[in-house]
């Protein structure tokens, strides 16, 4: 079994919690920290009675084989290089650091302690997005040449004044959230070539940096990837969703009715001869358009983060995603914040794992975000 900590008892952790008791007896959760007694009180009694509970988390460390740390961003660097110096493993909250060399150091540390640090890039484990993954890199439904990710929501300061802190949340909305889906647009399409960024904090006035970006993203073989995401959102018909754009036809990723559908209304209308294709339980919807992906009545995604850290501790392999995938994501994006300021396009080449290096490579002049 093993003894899993939660350092940050807030929203974040509250999702990770809510299910942990699921995974008991391979994943007990024995120790809880949290500055503010009563989301520390809170989060005892509701997901994990009999766990040790201070608001220090140097006293805890003893408690622990692995900890999840769901801290501002800012807070990153210093836990997790303290934690895994303990001889914990670490399942960190994305992203991986503010700075680059906080990101370096923490996988120096990783390194040098033979402890498992995983990234929280939670939309890995969410079987509807994995099922797109495949479907993109198989050519399932033949040859993509676009994808676009829409990610569209209000988040105010009333979770948290660091949101709006530049310094503290390590950018804007994109580096925050955006990482999610820079980190998809790479696993889904492989080597980036060139991109922008734009964005703005207008409808999002307590952002420091902005709170609605835009980014488009070329890729080897020119395959085009394009992410929209606000935190300004007071309304929204596309919520979460992605379109991939394939040669025979649309997929259409709906995240709230947890549905891949195949759109073909300019082949002809021959959905019906797909059904080979179809989820199941579904039907063809029309001649023109039919799911085929129903999300499985599976547990939460962050269970199978945590699972994931389990079995990589188990069996001596990388998590699901590793420090090196999550700094490249943010290379992506330091390059792009870059880039705008400049008011060029970004190059982005250079930045695939088999280039991975521990030099620093961002900013024309040397600039962190």
Known sequence: MIRLGMIGCGTMAGSFLSGLRELEPRVKVTALCDIDPKKLASAASSAAPGARTDTDYRRLLGACDAVVIALPHDLHHAVAKECLAAG???????????????????????????????????????????????????RTFGDVFQVSIWTEQFTDLSRGAWLGDARRLGGGQLFSHGCHYIDLLLLWLGRPIDGTHTGTNRGTPWMAME????????????????????????????????????????????????????????????????????????????????IVYQTPPTGKPTNAEVIDLVDAIEQGRPPGTTAREALQSLRVIWRLYDAEQRRVVADLRGLGLDEFTDRPIVGSAGQVF
Not at 105 to 125: E, K
Not at 239 to 253: F, N, P, S
Request: glycine letters at 12%.
């Open 88 to 138: 914990l493993h670490v399942l960190l909250e994305k992203p991986l650091a503010n700075t680059e060399a906080q990101c370096l150091d923490l996988i120096r540390a990783a390194d040098a302690s033979g402890r498992v640090l995983a990234i929280g890039y939670v939309m890995r484990h969410d079987p509807l997005w994995v099922r797109m993954g495949q479907y993109i890199r198989e």
């Open 211 to 290: 709170g609605t970006s835009n980014v488009a993203m070329r890729f080897e073989g020119d395959l085009l990837g394009y992410h929209f995401g606000t935190w300004g959102a007071r309304g929204s018909k596309l919520k979460y969703a992605v379109h991939t754009h394939c040669t025979e036809g649309l997929l259409e990723l709906d995240h709230a009715a947890g549905t891949i559908t195949l759109h073909r209304d300019a082949s002809g209308g021959d959905l019906p001869a797909l059904k080979a294709a179809l989820a199941n339980g579904a039907t063809v919807q029309g001649p023109h358009a039919t």
